[in-house]
């Protein structure tokens, strides 16, 4: 048996993984492909209004994470995963209905169609109400939404832990996170097409509709390693290979040991590992939700290209595929512990460190792009591979420290933080973008929106060294929590 050769089982479970992902991207970024060409003029939304939207979303999908985690934990995987998934495919199908439920608010006429829903909506005069209106059932759906996507990381990580060891979490949580890089590559190249061809109503719904796909599949191709009838004992004692050894020690000979008891966030908070990803994420969680929720907006705005030019679809498309970089943000950690023999976490937070620097290109991308926009897309591509690689060691940093049953409850806390950084980031830049224009604000060269955005792209670049700083003040050597 010792010379059996491993089954690669567990990759396709990666590629599960690496699909739920994809859709999870996907059904989060019809809105903002949509609002401002599709959804803004039809119900008069203002930056602010959809900044709104996104902050909510943002702040309920962060404690949903927290409660996904336990929840997940609690569940298994399995079940955990499908009913995170129903319901964030739910939610995003919900988006298509909003109009119809606006027209039904304002006229007292609920069953027309989509194109009835939208001659209804013109018809009327006060602009006023229709925002007011609009914005709350959007909230209401992007709540749903919300709600389901938050499981999504704690599961995805949780699935990990069980199917990898230590040193390969990063690069398989590099791979299944890439799905959010394929998912915004691909959604300016499909959405905006769906919205033009069919109405934006039928993007949310054929887009919502992959999550039940998905579904299928998790139910058949999914069972725990050690039930899994498609590993051999090779595969398993691979996958198990932590399990079999001590819990690695800090430098010092230390371990630090908690008495065996039911997990809760209050004891989660007790560590300082559990600080330290916090403040990994939530500094740098919005950095991402920024770019994903406002880059399609900062091209129309600055530089009038639309989501449904070609032009934009293709600077969009450009942007992600650059983030596709990020898979060696997965292999930079392994390469440091099998071929520069350090441990782990040392590992780890230097491949950070040199992530942490790269954001500081987008300190040029508003001044370049005086030249052209070609500049932001490439410089802000570059920092949005530098925050998918970041993020893909957080992530696994979390099975670096923790036993597995704590791993979907402690991502949930780290998503929370996140989740908190991207409700500010997403709030702050609706108000100041529309105070820029308004006011025809001025920081240095730049006027009006363009200033108000220079303003945050400073913000987000300086954000990771400012979370590498901490982690490593609170953490500076490996610990492992025994619960």
């Not at 996507?149 to 704690?154: S, V």
């Not at 109405?199 to 069972?223: H, V």
């Not at 460190?353 to 052209?372: R, V």
Request: proline share 4%; net charge neutral; with cysteine.
């Amino acid at each position: 048996m010792s010379e059996q050769r491993p089954t690669k089982y567990r990759w396709t479970i990666c590629g599960l993984l690496f699909f739920a992902t994809l859709i999870n991207y996907l059904d989060r970024q019809v809105l903002s492909l949509t609002w401002k060409d599709f959804i803004a003029p039809e119900f008069h939304w203002t930056n602010n209004d959809y900044g709104n939207v996104a902050a909510i979303f943002s702040i309920v999908y962060a404690i949903s994470m927290l409660v996904s985690g336990r929840v997940i934990d609690r569940l298994g995987t399995k079940k955990g995963y499908l009913w995170a998934i129903a319901i964030w495919s739910v939610g995003a199908i919900l988006h298509a209905f909003c109009g119809m439920i606006t027209s039904g608010l304002l006229t007292g006429q609920w069953w027309v169609s989509f194109a009835e829903a939208r001659d209804i909506i013109a018809g009327i005069e006060d602009v006023a109400r229709i925002i007011n209106i609009s914005v709350v059932v959007f909230i209401i759906a992007r709540i749903v939404l919300a709600v389901g996507e938050g499981g999504n990381f704690p599961a995805a990580m949780k699935t990990a832990v069980e199917y990898f060891p230590k040193k390969d979490r990063a690069f398989a949580t590099s791979i299944f996170n890439s799905g959010t890089t394929i998912g915004a590559l691909l959604a300016p190249l499909i959405i905006p097409a769906i919205a033009l061809t069919f109405g934006w109503e039928m993007s949310f719904i054929l887009i919502g509709a992959l999550g039940f796909i998905w579904m299928g599949f998790w139910q058949f191709l999914y069972k725990r390693p050690e039930e899994n009838p498609k590993m051999n004992t090779a595969e398993l004692n691979y996958i198990q290979q932590d399990d079999e050894q001590a819990l690695p020690s800090v430098p010092s000979g230390e371990t630090v040991k908690v008495k065996e008891k039911p997990l809760s966030v209050r004891t989660c908070l007790k560590f300082k590992q559990t600080w330290a990803l916090i403040f990994g994420r939530l500094f740098t969680d919005g950095v991402w939700w920024f770019l994903l929720f406002w880059f399609p907006a900062y091209l129309s705005s600055v530089y009038d290209i639309k989501s449904s030019d070609f032009e934009g679809q293709i600077a969009i498309f450009v942007l992600y595929a650059i983030t596709m970089l990020s898979l060696i943000g997965g292999w930079l950690p392994t390469y440091f512990v099998e071929k520069k023999g350090m441990e782990v976490y040392s590992g780890r937070m230097k491949a950070m460190l040199i992530f942490a620097f790269f954001p500081l290109l987008i300190l040029l991308a508003q001044p370049l792009g005086e030249y052209s926009y070609w500049y932001p897309v490439i410089l802000i591509g570059i920092s949005a591979a530098a925050h998918q690689s970041w993020s893909a060691n957080v992530f696994s940093a979390v099975g670096d420290m923790f036993p597995k049953r704590a791993i979907a409850t402690v991502t949930g806390i780290s998503g929370l933080a996140g989740g908190i950084g991207s409700f500010l980031i997403n709030k702050v830049s609706g108000m100041l973008f529309d105070y820029a224009e308004q006011t025809n604000m001025r920081m240095f060269q730049f006027e009006g929106i363009e200033s108000g955005y220079f303003i945050i792209f400073a913000a987000c670049s300086v954000a990771y060294l400012i979370a590498w700083t901490l982690m490593k003040v609170l953490v500076p050597k490996m610990e492992v929590i025994r619960l």
